[in-house]
């Protein structure tokens, strides 16, 4: 689609919620001098960098007034929106912890994938929430410590033929300065891909920040897809600096728990047999798996599933019994830990898919079975209740898909089992109403959310629907209604502010 046809789609049919742009005409522009940087910024470059200095520089206030009037007069379309909202994020938003504040990075990529699943009167309205969340935790950072990312020192990059060691040796040995300089030669003379299988391995080799450094390295690359490889520089080096985020000493010169199972792992690799994408589906496997994720230990549970790949069972039925444990954790103890087990559930798939080095793939399946195992027993507070999602039970739900999504909806905020299991009688009546269920879940984000989890936990589980075999599918989904947003819950502030400027 060409961007005339995109941008009178999207600005035109999005009136549902947010109306046409004519009331954000006769904004102030941004002035020559909010477009210098200092010289202690990196600049994200040429073309884009007077955006970036846009986002930056306009008071949260009137930020999404500016931008709407810019779209609407043809001077921004969405993927330079994009690309600006997660350069100014990485520029000035400190990645560590990988979480909390920089959710305004981890997050574009929700949103990207919430707007392109939209039906044309939705689309906008991810990427302006995503606008006001990035000032909201901008201002954080500048009240913290108010971090800005500083240009490459040019004199320690190494050369092209040099540089994919010094990242690899950088990266073994927790060497921040020395990583900062290798991966910005490392951009400047590999692929995309070449780079994504590095970053892969080191995304998944330990399990500090819950997930969160999976879930970087999926979401950075997953929108330079969409915003261009000439953009990647400043991602990957926020990216590095984030891996490398630990406690205490040199996790290269003590045996950290969370180090242990990349360690064990880089051995029991090897017993995985040369033939293991050839393994068959299976049903009984993913339940003996999805109780051994339940109490058995890190160790033992990749041990398992090794066991299992050799006796010929499909690493998708490994992902199969993955998806559903994190899923059930979630019921089991609704929070923040249980639901970065789906969303890092997500990014790890999504890893594993993209990569095609063979001990790449097997890595990340291993470490996957490890992490289920870590967010299992993370919680203090972990309740021993009795919530299984294999035991999840049909119920009577009203005859008209209308009527019976409202009920859903209205049991997601006021009895989310009840509406779980309704849901399974809804997507087993038809397999069209999984659908249904879908758009109106992400119709009820967009009214509904109001933190970064909301769009990245709904973004994963509406995508890893299509990506389980489908005799598991709805259990799947009927488990994510402990982390939906239900029908009589109030909309979000940004709605009302939209509203309001409407009236």
Request: glycine share 4%; hydrophobic share 40%.
């Amino acid at each position: 689609m060409d961007r005339r046809r995109f941008l009178t789609r999207s600005s035109g049919s999005a009136a549902c919620l947010l109306g046409n742009f004519s009331f954000l005409q006769g904004l102030q522009p941004i002035t020559a001098a909010d477009t210098l940087i200092t010289p202690n910024m990196v600049r994200v470059g040429g073309e884009i960098e007077p955006v970036v200095r846009m986002l930056e520089t306009t008071p949260r206030k009137r930020l999404l007034e500016h931008v709407g009037a810019r779209v609407k007069s043809g001077q921004l379309n969405y993927q330079q929106i994009l690309a600006a909202l997660l350069l100014a994020g990485v520029r000035n938003v400190q990645p560590r912890p990988v979480g909390f504040k920089f959710h305004a990075v981890l997050v574009v990529n929700s949103a990207h994938l919430a707007s392109m699943a939209s039906p044309d009167r939705d689309r906008w309205l991810p990427i302006f929430w995503a606008l006001d969340y990035y000032k909201k935790s901008e201002a954080e950072d500048v009240a913290q410590n108010n971090w800005t990312m500083a240009p490459v020192n040019e004199s320690h990059v190494p050369a092209a033929h040099h540089a994919r060691q010094a990242f690899i040796r950088a990266m073994d040995n927790w060497d921040e300065s020395a990583a900062d300089a290798a991966i910005a030669g490392l951009v400047r003379s590999s692929s995309a891909g070449e780079l994504f299988e590095l970053f892969a391995r080191y995304g998944s080799r330990d399990f500090r920040d819950i997930g969160h450094k999976a879930i970087f390295v999926a979401n950075s690359f997953r929108v330079l897809q969409t915003i261009g490889w000439q953009h990647a520089e400043p991602i990957l080096r926020s990216l590095t600096y984030a891996l490398l985020a630990h406690e205490g000493t040199n996790p290269a010169e003590r045996d950290s728990d969370a180090d242990r199972p990349w360690r064990q792992n880089q051995s029991l690799q090897k017993q995985i047999p040369k033939d293991w994408q050839d393994g068959k589906l299976s049903n009984e496997a993913v339940a003996a798996l999805l109780e051994i994720f339940r109490q058995a230990s890190p160790e033992d549970a990749c041990k398992a599933v090794v066991s299992h790949l050799q006796n010929g069972l499909a690493p998708a039925s490994v992902w199969d019994a993955g998806f559903q444990f994190s899923s059930e954790l979630l019921m089991r103890n609704p929070g923040i830990v249980s639901l970065h087990a789906v969303t890092s559930a997500n990014a790890m798939h999504f890893a594993y898919q993209a990569c095609s080095e063979d001990e790449t793939r097997r890595l990340l399946v291993l470490q996957f079975a490890a992490f289920l195992t870590k967010f299992r027993s993370n919680p203090e507070n972990l309740e021993d209740r009795k919530e299984r999602i294999h035991l999840l039970e049909p119920i009577d739900l009203p005859a008209t898909s209308p009527e019976a999504l409202e009920s859903i909806f209205t049991d997601i905020t006021e009895n989310r089992y009840v509406a779980a299991r309704k849901i399974l009688t809804f997507c087993r009546k038809d397999a069209a109403h999984a659908t249904q269920f879908i758009d109106n879940a992400r119709r009820m984000l967009f009214m509904k959310g109001n933190n970064a989890h909301d769009y990245k936990f709904t973004s994963a589980v509406l995508e890893d629907y299509y990506q389980i075999s489908p005799g598991l599918r709805d259990s799947f989904l009927a488990a994510s209604v402990y982390n939906l947003r239900g029908s009589k819950e109030p909309d979000n502030k940004l709605i009302q502010r939209t509203r309001a400027a409407l009236v």
